[in-house]
């Protein structure tokens, strides 16, 4: 299994940007799937998350402003983030977790600064 992450950069203060995450390979049974970030001399959180059954979850700093989705077909999860923070600067990691194993994307960096 492989992912790939797209769509880090710069944008400004309140700006918007997309991430995409695509995953290869044989993925078996897939629990859930997701989006985290590490800002530097921090720990790697969790900001959302999808489930096989499409039920969402998100971190309290992004409820309202970002947004999980997926597309089955093209085998890719998406993070749209609206009202971007500079707080939200971090390396953003996709994941895919499945019974018995957890894979990682390599890790997008995303910077909000004006």
């Known amino acids: 299994v492989q992912l790939q992450a797209f769509g880090g950069g710069l944008a400004q203060p309140g700006g918007s940007l997309t991430l995409s995450c695509a995953v290869s390979?044989?993925?078996?049974?897939?629990?859930?799937m997701g989006w985290y970030r590490q800002a530097p001399g921090k720990q790697r959180d969790s900001v959302a998350t999808?489930?096989?059954?499409?039920?969402?979850n998100y971190a309290n700093s992004v409820k309202g402003r970002f947004t999980i989705s997926r597309d089955n077909a093209k085998r890719t999860i998406y993070l749209q983030m609206n009202s971007l923070k500079p707080e939200d600067t971090a390396v953003y990691y996709c994941?895919?977790?499945?019974?018995?194993?957890?894979?990682w994307g390599q890790g997008t960096q995303v910077t909000v600064s004006s």
């Open positions: 999808i489930t096989n059954s499409g039920n969402t």
């Open positions: 994941n895919l977790w499945r019974v018995g194993s957890s894979y």
């Open positions: 390979g044989s993925t078996g049974s897939i629990i859930s």
